[in-house]
């Protein structure tokens, strides 16, 4: 035993790896929560286990780092949406998990263990918060988003929040010892009525200043910055800056760090789709290192032989995990009756705020440097030892608890997705990506992920046809560098995608050729860019495409990139919901808005938006839909005064001789390079024969048009003569 405990850096490194890659396998055996197996991981290894490691400084940094990323992911896959509308609920949660454990705690503190008010108040702070430990386990079954789980992490930051004012409150009339380091939660307080005034107000005021300079500046470096840098690292470092500066200032103004990196990850929400490859790297770097270190870490400072040591330590942990948790769930439960929600839901929001972890370390010790006599101090290494157990039990019992909870959930989405929910979905769906311009396909493709369904494991298929002449083979060998770039972006957001370059003597035929080997269900592609070498609106092929397939097609050009749009404009033509393809763009249109967290805007007829409303509410009732009346098609060029730069404007469309096309359509290239230019656009060719019907070609119905007539061209000749 003379080479333990490990102290060599690289030597505690490798085994911590180790920790971290064989104890979920070891606990998947055990069907017990992964994150319980880091917790007795840290146990075993640690001073009080094993001995096999010591808890050097990388445990504190790494821990905090843990922290703060749980913290800042929590903030990040918020539905911020939900937030808003149910923040009243928030609240209500919020004081009631706070307060309902806090009461419970410091009464059974006073009465059954004979603590001093204060330190009762403060072990009734330690109970009224709570660490989201469990949040991984919501992740790994995709509920992040779930009601009871917005409820839950909103109601979490509040309970917090309000127990590290009234710690900051205890401390303000509690002398820190003069020997005791500062912490970074209290300052010194004048004493007297006035000062203490004096200090809330203070204290109060660099919150208020904090918030509002967050809300103002964050924003506008994240447009800003994402704006212009696309390089991944570069945005990488960027948000985990942000983050950290977030959380240094909230320790600066009197708060804990993880405060600051909740509140920083829910300002760049937005700004971060779930789905995009920024947002899977923030989650793989944090689950592979920095949150299992942490987790690792707090087992590490559980001594299990006091339990058998000191026999009263089992009543004063008994006491402390049953009457904290109690009041969790008395808490939980009795907001999901108010809020009238299913049981499942109950036990979800039971499961996520019953844990405690290092935000009642940080807080119990704040109590030990507080000395309410010469050589005492109001927490001590009983109470210390007490609630650091208490911590395994809590995260013992939450992760099981939000495991059976998540489970329930997830069983009971998928009995009410099916059939009836799924009706107007495809079974299957495979979106055909076309590719030629190096410019715009990274965005093309995040646009694609952004439209896919997440609940299916399909995978998109990128093309790029070239031209069948003598640069085949130069062009070829562009084609493919273009899709081993996609293929690696898509990649990094672990979606499987095929990829195709295609010989073809017309473009146009070898995207069909394509879709229908493929079975793809629709096409996304963007609008030409080089406009010198060929000046028509739609380019040399797209007419012959959108006119010889009757599949959904997606045009798009982009001037800014999708993450810091803040509106989507939609223009419905009369009679769209009429077309068998009505339900497959609006649905890709509201996961396209959910993903990006930002409002979406249909202008048509009352009978069309009646529609729309009616599958918004029912599909997507996150989102925040606004619907405005469009009487005729000839108003779409007025709305191009409200649309603004950071607004995507999308236009739905039809063929020619379908239900819902009408001549003003044969203007709309016209209008769009007169109107639109300079403006983020998006034009629908949504299905118009039905899933079932076979596609056909017909010398009946050209296959191309041109985009203006003989009649455009004499009138606008006779118009020019007029006086």
């Not at 570069?234 to 959380?247: D, E, G, K, R, Y």
């Not at 004063?316 to 995990?321: E, K, M, P, R, S």
């Not at 749009?565 to 996961?591: D, K, T, Y």
């Amino acid at each position: 035993m003379q080479y333990f405990p490990i102290t060599n850096p690289t030597l505690i490194f490798f085994v911590v790896l180790c920790i971290i890659l064989f104890a979920p396998i070891i606990m998947g055996k055990l069907r017990i929560p992964h994150i319980i197996g880091m917790v007795l991981a840290g146990v075993l290894v640690g001073k009080y286990g094993l001995n096999i490691l010591e808890r050097d400084n990388s445990f504190e940094l790494f821990g905090r780092v843990g922290l703060c990323y749980i913290m800042f992911l929590a903030g990040l896959e918020m539905d911020s949406e939900s937030i808003r509308k149910q923040s009243i609920r928030i609240v209500i949660f919020g004081m009631l998990t706070c307060f309902v454990p806090l009461i419970m705690t410091y009464f059974m503190a006073m009465w059954l263990l004979d603590y001093s008010a204060s330190t009762a108040f403060l072990l009734g702070c330690i109970m009224a918060s709570n660490t989201l430990i469990a949040y991984p386990i919501v992740t790994r079954y995709g509920l992040q988003r779930n009601y009871s789980v917005s409820l839950s992490v909103g109601s979490s930051m509040l309970s917090l929040f309000m127990a590290l004012i009234m710690l900051a409150g205890l401390a303000a009339y509690a002398p820190l010892s003069s020997s005791a380091e500062g912490t970074n939660v209290l300052n010194e307080v004048p004493s007297g009525a006035v000062g203490g005034a004096i200090f809330w107000l203070w204290f109060f005021f660099k919150i208020a200043l904090f918030c509002s300079g967050s809300f103002l500046i964050i924003p506008r470096l994240a447009r800003f910055f994402l704006r212009r840098y696309s390089d991944a690292v570069m945005q990488f470092i960027f948000v985990l800056s942000v983050m950290f500066l977030s959380a240094a200032l909230t320790e600066a103004i009197g708060l804990e760090a993880i405060f600051g990196a909740f509140f920083s990850g829910l300002i760049l929400n937005r700004y971060i789709p779930h789905v995009s490859p920024l947002m899977n790297r923030i989650e793989f770097i944090g689950n592979a290192l920095f949150i299992p270190y942490f987790l690792i870490g707090v087992g590490m400072l559980i001594n299990v032989r006091t339990l058998f040591l000191q026999t009263h330590m089992l009543w004063i942990v008994a006491l402390i995990a049953f009457f904290g948790t109690f009041g969790k769930g008395v808490a939980a439960y009795l907001s999901s009756l108010l809020f009238r929600l299913p049981k499942a839901e109950g036990n979800m929001m039971f499961g996520l705020t019953s844990a405690h972890a290092a935000g009642a370390i940080a807080m119990v010790m704040v109590g030990m440097k507080l000395e309410v006599a010469p050589g005492q101090y109001l927490v001590t290494n009983e109470i210390l030892n007490g609630v650091v157990i208490m911590i395994l039990v809590t995260c013992i019992i939450s992760s099981l608890m939000t495991e059976h909870a998540a489970k329930q959930i997830t069983l009971r989405n998928n009995a009410h997705h099916s059939p009836l929910t799924t009706h107007h979905s495809p079974l299957t769906e495979k979106i055909l990506l076309c590719v030629k311009y190096p410019e715009i396909a990274p965005q093309l493709l995040e646009l694609a992920i952004m439209m896919k369904n997440t609940q299916q494991d399909s995978e998109l298929v990128a093309l790029n046809v070239v031209y069948d002449d003598k640069n085949a083979a130069n062009n070829r060998e562009h084609g493919l560098r273009l899709l081993e770039q996609l293929q690696q972006q898509a990649s990094a957001s672990d979606i499987r995608m095929q990829t195709q370059v295609r010989l073809a003597t017309n473009i146009a035929n070898g995207i069909k050729h394509a879709f229908r080997e493929t079975g793809a269900s629709d096409i996304i592609m963007g609008m030409h860019v080089h406009t010198d070498v060929n000046p028509k609106f739609w380019g040399e092929f797209i007419q012959s495409l959108y006119n010889g397939l009757n599949r959904q097609i997606v045009l798009t050009r982009f001037i800014q990139p999708l993450p810091t749009l803040r509106r989507i404009q939609v223009c419905v033509p009369s009679r769209a919901e009429f077309e068998p393809g009505f339900h497959r763009w609006l649905e890709r249109l509201c996961r396209m808005a959910a993903n990006l967290e930002c409002r979406i805007q249909f202008h048509g007829r009352d009978e069309s938006l009646a529609l729309i409303r009616e599958f918004v509410n029912n599909r997507h009732p996150g989102i925040r839909g606004e619907y405005t009346v469009m009487n005729h098609w000839n108003e779409m060029p007025s709305l191009a005064e409200n649309i603004r730069e950071d607004h995507m404007f999308v236009i739905v469309t039809a063929r020619r001789g379908t239900i819902s096309y009408k001549n003003a359509m044969d203007r709309l290239p016209n209008e769009l390079m007169q109107h639109f230019s300079g403006k983020n656009l998006m034009i629908v060719f949504p299905d118009q024969h039905g899933e079932t019907k076979e596609e056909s070609m017909t010398f009946t119905e050209a296959q191309h048009h041109e985009e203006s007539s003989i009649y455009d061209w004499l009138l606008e000749k006779l118009n020019r003569k007029a006086p």
